[in-house]
């Protein structure tokens, strides 16, 4: 079993920055591919970045690309998520989710463990 633990969200105005690290605890945590959705109120999950175990891989939602950056230090069984030129409509829950398999383009349930979620809110 894999605990996946979100943090780093918050406030930040449009154009800003904020960097999100997902932690993942269990004997084997390194060893997932990992990835990043979102969820905005009265919306559906929408992919942002995905990431294979060994970090060779990566691909971006195309609202995203150029803008986020997804990277891992399995030494430490973290992922991170840079977000730069943060827009209001990024505002939402940013889940990580891992999963023993790496997809370019994963669904929610792809993700075997998902966190509890941080929130993202960028003002205007």
């Known amino acids: 079993q894999v605990q996946v633990v979100e943090s780093g969200g918050g406030l930040v105005q449009a154009g800003g920055s904020l960097r999100l690290s997902c932690a993942a605890y269990?004997?084997?945590?390194?060893?997932?591919?990992m990835g990043w959705f979102r969820q905005a109120p009265g919306k559906e999950y929408e992919f942002v970045a995905t990431?294979?175990?060994?970090?060779?891989?990566?691909n971006y939602a195309d609202s995203v690309k150029g803008r986020f950056t997804i990277s891992r230090d399995n030494a430490k069984n973290t992922v991170y998520l840079q977000m730069n030129s943060l827009k209001p409509e990024d505002t939402a829950v940013y889940y990580c989710?891992?999963?023993?398999?790496?997809?370019?383009?994963?669904?929610?349930?792809?993700?075997?463990?998902w966190g509890q979620g941080t929130q993202v809110t960028v003002s205007s």
């Open positions: 989710g891992a999963d023993w398999n790496y997809s370019d383009y994963p669904v929610r349930g792809d993700y075997a463990y």
């Open positions: 269990g004997r084997t945590a390194s060893s997932y591919s």
């Open positions: 990431i294979s175990w060994t970090g060779d891989r990566t």
